[in-house]
């Protein structure tokens, strides 16, 4: 049944690896192999709980005789729950932050951006497409900043060709800008709420590696750049249902927003709950501002639809799906075992920490970065006696850093590995190949680079 599981397992990631030429949704193929995989291993429950957690399987027996029901009971509550646990964890967060992004965007909050990229200058614009797109990536999640930036630049530059440039330096913005911070890439926000890593460390770590990552395919995407841009401008963009918030309002909402989502590391070591309850709370703080602001300004049948904002759109479902059956058939092949005879078997230590990090890099530019980062996440457990980087694998060890950078900033080698490079490489309609000939190449240097600076600085 092990060997079963694990063909499921390889077949599911080869279908989403391929999942732009089979046209196979590799959210679908996630939920339905985690899905598979718990089902076959309950089947099969009584050999893995007895040679996995035969202490735990007696505690809980107490006096009775164990049989299959007490099995499948125990897998279910003791088991399975955990894992269904720490995906929830990881799906309400990003459920949260998306929602308040929704907000801010239908609100006109994001509106300043226009009114910096009006410039016909290339290098101007390109430096401020990317430095804007990176800092609000490491404060939302890299998926909606990437949409959101590829809908402003789509209303401001008329040329595709120019648009091509233009949207490859946003997701290699929105892709280090997400790696840089724990709430911005599902990555970093598994690592810190399984202990592995905490917020300002992590940030801290990797502000050169990322920033290097970024700067160096940018800058080299610039020298390919005419001296000017074409571009046009409208006076009054579309910002979903269009309110008439002045700009003192826009500003408190986005000061709730971005600020509320700052406040989180901090809400998280001062109660020790699980970060998705803060960004919960934020969601309700600014969600009721939003309701106060808006109240005067639309009619009550307008305002009962601004109840709930317009978040569940197919695009940020699909992420939410895919963390689930991701995190859930990572989580059953950890119970069958194999993960430990595996990294038993290849001697995976400490000292081959920095080879593992650059597979994985090489893995997600083709696999998605997500279902790499869990891959070898799931290769060693945290080591919570210990806390600093002299451990590898305590908190705030070095392994943790290196498959949060690489699996973070892999996926531009291609456009792949993420969910923001396959909106660019779907909303543009941009090849592969054209990519990695003008792009790709760049981000590898730029990625090798920051691993270089990674490798020095930890």
Request: with cysteine.
């Amino acid at each position: 049944m092990t060997v079963i599981i694990l063909t499921v397992f390889l077949l599911a990631y080869i279908l989403i690896a391929t999942g732009k030429w089979t046209k196979v949704n590799k959210a679908a193929v996630a939920i339905f192999a985690g899905t598979l995989c718990w089902v076959l291993y309950i089947s099969y429950g009584t050999d893995f709980v007895t040679s996995q957690h035969q202490t735990e399987f007696l505690s809980f027996l107490g006096s009775a005789r164990p049989d299959a029901v007490n099995v499948k009971e125990f897998i279910a509550n003791n088991i399975f729950l955990k894992y269904v646990g720490r995906a929830a964890e990881v799906v309400l967060f990003l459920l949260a932050t998306m929602t308040i992004v929704e907000i801010l965007d239908n609100n006109g909050c994001f509106d300043f951006i226009s009114q910096l990229l009006k410039t016909r200058h290339s290098q101007r614009m390109l430096w401020t497409l990317g430095t804007v797109t990176f800092i609000i990536s490491a404060n939302l999640d890299n998926l909606s900043t990437t949409v959101m930036m590829l809908t402003i630049m789509h209303k401001i530059i008329p040329s595709r060709r120019q648009r091509m440039i233009y949207g490859a330096a946003v997701v290699l913005a929105a892709t280090c800008g997400g790696a840089l911070t724990v709430i911005g890439d599902p990555t970093g926000l598994v690592l810190w709420n399984m202990g592995a890593v905490t917020a300002s460390n992590l940030s801290m770590s990797l502000a050169l590696p990322c920033l290097i990552a970024w700067g160096v395919p940018t800058w080299l995407l610039g020298r390919a750049l005419p001296e000017h841009v074409d571009t046009e401008w409208i006076s009054l963009p579309y910002r979903g249902d269009d309110t008439n918030l002045n700009v003192w309002q826009r500003i408190v909402m986005l000061l709730v927003g971005i600020g509320g989502l700052w406040f989180i590391p901090s809400f998280h070591n001062i109660t020790k709950l699980s970060p998705f309850l803060g960004a919960l709370c934020v969601l309700s703080v600014l969600w009721i501002v939003n309701e106060i602001f808006n109240r005067k300004l639309l009619n009550a049948e307008r305002s009962i639809l601004r109840r709930m904002p317009l978040m569940m759109k197919y695009g940020t479902v699909k992420l939410m799906l895919f963390v689930i059956g991701i995190m859930l058939l990572a989580g059953v092949l950890t119970e069958t075992g194999i993960i430990g005879q595996f990294t038993a078997w290849v001697g995976f230590q400490e000292h081959s920490a920095w080879l593992v990090g650059g597979i994985a890099g090489v893995t997600s530019s083709v696999l998605d970065s997500f279902a790499s980062a869990m891959s070898f996440i799931s290769l060693h457990p945290v080591d919570a006696t210990t806390t600093g980087t002299v451990d590898a694998f305590a908190c705030d060890g070095w392994f943790w850093k290196i498959i949060a950078y690489t699996t973070g900033v892999g996926s531009n080698i291609l456009a792949l590995g993420s969910m923001s490079g396959l909106a660019y490489l779907r909303l543009e309609r941009v090849h592969i190949g054209w990519y990695f000939r003008n792009v790709g190449w760049k981000a590898l240097v730029g990625i090798a680079a920051g691993y270089g600076i990674l490798y020095f600085t930890i």
